[in-house]
């Protein structure tokens, strides 16, 4: 809990059960005191919006009460780890690869013997999507991570997140999904994500969604060397990139952006 508990006001219920702090308001359908969030969280993320809609209670263990789960989930680690990359190669720079990887393999993160093998798959993924034409934007190099903020002082709100990769003078901007399933990111699934993003920078006119599937080889049962593994990888997805790569273009005239800040 904050250090220093806020005011609450007459609706709030204070859990009955002393293990559980948890407490809620007492207005119908509400699972958080609006006056305790509006003092402990003075910003949204999209991560926090999507959380939110998706079950407020979380939202208010994980946003408002600050609970984390213990280690993060695989293909998490997988996204991090392929985003971490990317930032480098849309930035235009070297990839510190001799950095990078060893923190992901060497990481005691509880996960079974397939954690190092995913790693690897992670890797020559990205390998082959960089050595691609499909898989190099058809722009110059631009902002990559770049973070930001949209304040709507009519209907209050103050978000802040950040964007794969941002290029102002070109109106696009771009993000990116290692993802099995590319076919769910349609403009109905990425509504509130890409209206955040086009509502936070007014120039953009145009929004990629760049979905890549790492290839689904095994490694070789009698301990096949990662650098093997990973060139497979690799190769695989350079043989058929289109098979791996799905590019969905959206227009900001696409999107209802009044109806996704109300």
Not at 5 to 31: A, Y
Not at 37 to 54: F, G
Not at 77 to 101: N, R, T
């Amino acid at each position: 809990l904050p250090s220093s508990q806020p005011l609450l006001c007459e609706r709030f219920i204070p859990s009955l059960d002393s293990t559980d702090p948890v407490g809620l308001c007492s207005l119908p359908n509400r699972f958080l005191c609006e006056e305790m969030m509006t003092q402990l969280v003075d910003h949204l993320s999209y991560s926090a919006v999507r959380t939110y809609r998706r079950c407020p209670r979380q939202f208010y263990f994980q946003y408002v009460l600050g609970y984390r789960a213990i280690g993060s989930p695989l293909p998490l680690v997988k996204g991090s780890l392929f985003h971490e990359l990317l930032s480098y190669y849309h930035a235009g720079k070297e990839v510190p690869y001799g950095e990078i990887i060893p923190q992901y393999l060497d990481a005691d993160r509880g996960f079974d013997s397939t954690y190092e093998e995913e790693i690897l798959r992670v890797l020559g993924t990205f390998l082959g999507y960089s050595n691609c034409e499909q898989g190099r934007l058809s722009i110059s190099p631009g902002l990559t991570e770049t973070e930001f903020t949209y304040k709507d002082i009519l209907y209050d709100l103050n978000i802040k997140g950040v964007i794969d990769y941002l290029k102002d003078d070109d109106y696009v901007l771009a993000e990116h999904k290692l993802t099995g399933h590319p076919d769910i990111y349609t403009t109905l699934s990425t509504r509130l994500q890409i209206g955040l993003y086009l509502l936070a920078s007014p120039q953009v006119q145009q929004a990629v969604i760049n979905c890549v599937t790492p290839p689904g080889l095994r490694r070789g049962k009698k301990g096949e060397p990662r650098r093997v593994f990973t060139e497979r990888i690799q190769k695989a997805f350079l043989a058929e990139p289109g098979r791996y790569i799905t590019r969905n273009t959206y227009a900001r005239q696409e999107y209802n952006l009044t109806e996704i800040a109300e």
